[in-house]
């Protein structure tokens, strides 16, 4: 298991949540729900169980892997 970061929609600047997640390959990820996960105060872009596409991007404490959309079930 690893980590993605989901960005906060509705922030008045850029904040991104770390969540864990399942490696599927190809850059896929399963988002879970981090067992602090309330989706009453925050808003989350890909909401926990979803399958994103993940890409390395520099973050304020570094590089970090974050979910840029929602995979496709597009066939490889």
Do not use: H, K
């Not at 690893?2 to 906060?8: A, D, K, P, S, T």
């Not at 509705?10 to 981090?34: K, Q």
């Amino acid at each position: 298991m690893g980590i993605v970061f989901v960005r906060l929609l509705g922030e008045a600047v850029n904040v991104w949540r770390p969540a864990p997640a399942t490696a599927l390959g190809e850059d896929r990820y399963r988002l879970i729900a981090p067992e602090t996960y309330d989706s009453g105060p925050e808003t989350w872009e890909f909401l926990p169980d979803s399958v994103v596409e993940c890409e390395t991007r520099t973050l304020s404490d570094g590089q970090e892997l974050v979910a840029i959309r929602l995979a496709s079930d597009r066939v490889s």
